[in-house]
Every structure is written in structure tokens, then in C-alpha cells.
Nanobody, 114 residues
Framework: QVQLVESGGGLVQPGGSLRLSCVLS????????MVWYRQAPGKQRELVAR???????NYADSVKGRFTISRVNAKNTVYLQMNSLKPEDTAVYYC????????WGQGTQVTVSS
């Protein structure tokens, strides 16, 4: 069974940092571009960061310079390092391939609040 599992979220104060992980089981992400998305309450899911199979990265303007996406194919894992967090980063964060190959995971909640 192919499964994506996101983890690493939590409650953090503005200006803080978190590192999210996305682990794929039952398949390999080695040949896929991978994307982190987020969905805030009452809003549509939006792309946050993308990493190509070869390692090229792209970011939403709202997170450029603060977030870093990376991957370790040997661990079937994609990471999202989030620094200088803002209240508007509060959302449930999900990962998947681009184009989407797998069912969505449960996501991981990130709450930025003082």
C-alpha cells in the first residue's frame, strides 16, 4: 500500500522554525518532482515549494527566503525547513508528487501564534 506520511508540525511562536518531513512508503519518489502544499481554514490548497527530480527548486513568493525544500531519495523523504515563521503560515501542510501520483496523506498542522 502506497502511503504518504507528513510529520513535524506543531505550535510555534512568530519568528520560530519548524522542519517538516514527508515519507513515502510502498513506492519510490526518486524519479518524481515533489511538492509541499498547504491549506489554511476556509482557503484553497496552495503550492508552497517544489523540488524536481534533479533537485531544482521553486517557491511561492510568500515563502521565498524563509522556506527550503530538500529531498533524500535514499530515505524516500522530502523535507521542508521553515524559518522566520509568520501567523499567515498557519495551515495544514501536505506533500505529493507533481503530477500527483498518490493519495493525499493526513497532513501535518502548523500553527504560528504567540
Amino acid at each position: 500500500q502506497v502511503q504518504l506520511v507528513e510529520s513535524g508540525g506543531g505550535l510555534v511562536q512568530p519568528g520560530g522554525s519548524l522542519r517538516l518531513s514527508c515519507v513515502l512508503s510502498g513506492s519510490t519518489l526518486r524519479n518524481s518532482a515533489m511538492v509541499w502544499y498547504r491549506q489554511a481554514p476556509g482557503k484553497q490548497r496552495e503550492l508552497v515549494a517544489r523540488i524536481g527530480a534533479g533537485g531544482a527548486t521553486n517557491y511561492a513568493d510568500s515563502v521565498k527566503g524563509r522556506f527550503t525544500i530538500s529531498r533524500v531519495n535514499a530515505k524516500n523523504t522530502v523535507y521542508l525547513q521553515m524559518n522566520s515563521l509568520k501567523p499567515e503560515d498557519t495551515a495544514v501542510y501536505y506533500c505529493n508528487s507533481d503530477p500527483r501520483l498518490w493519495s493525499w496523506g493526513q497532513g501535518t498542522q502548523v500553527t504560528v501564534s504567540s
